[in-house]
């Protein structure tokens, strides 16, 4: 069974950076042949997906956030991580991470990854 279990700061300050955090268990990130993606929900909205992350390290963006996310893997501690440059009160939200055996760049519905972590909130504020 593959556990994922995202962690952050809570509370970030406009114009920071955030970094979030998902640690994977029960399977390997590199070896484990799943694509790893971030999604996000703000309050009173929908499900947003952000970018992902492949088994061997290629990377997809939204569009809309590509020019300040980031997600990488440390294969250490297996963790996938991501920071969004840049944050402002419009990035709060609950951020996901989620593993699916397939590339699907762009897609948010629950049965469409195999698996995701509880989400941790995130909230921008001075």
């Known amino acids: 069974q593959v556990q994922l279990q995202e962690s952050g700061p809570g509370l970030v300050k406009p114009s920071q950076t955030l970094s979030l955090t998902c640690t994977v268990s029960?399977?390997?990130?590199?070896?484990?042949?799943?694509?790893w993606a971030w999604i996000r929900q703000p309050p009173g909205k929908g499900l947003e997906w952000m970018g992902v992350?492949?088994?061997?390290?290629?990377?997809y963006y939204s569009p809309s956030l590509k020019s300040r996310t980031s997600i990488f893997r440390d294969a250490s501690k297996n963790q996938i991580a991501m920071q969004l440059l840049s944050v402002t009160p419009e990035d709060t939200a609950v951020y996901y991470c989620?593993?699916?055996?397939?590339?699907?760049?762009?897609?948010?519905?629950?049965?469409?990854?195999?698996?995701w972590g509880q989400g941790t909130q995130v909230t921008v504020s001075s």
């Open positions: 989620a593993a699916s055996k397939r590339l699907i760049c762009g897609a948010t519905a629950e049965n469409r990854y195999d698996y």
């Open positions: 029960g399977a390997s990130i590199p070896t484990g042949f799943y694509y």
């Open positions: 992350i492949s088994y061997s390290g290629s990377t």
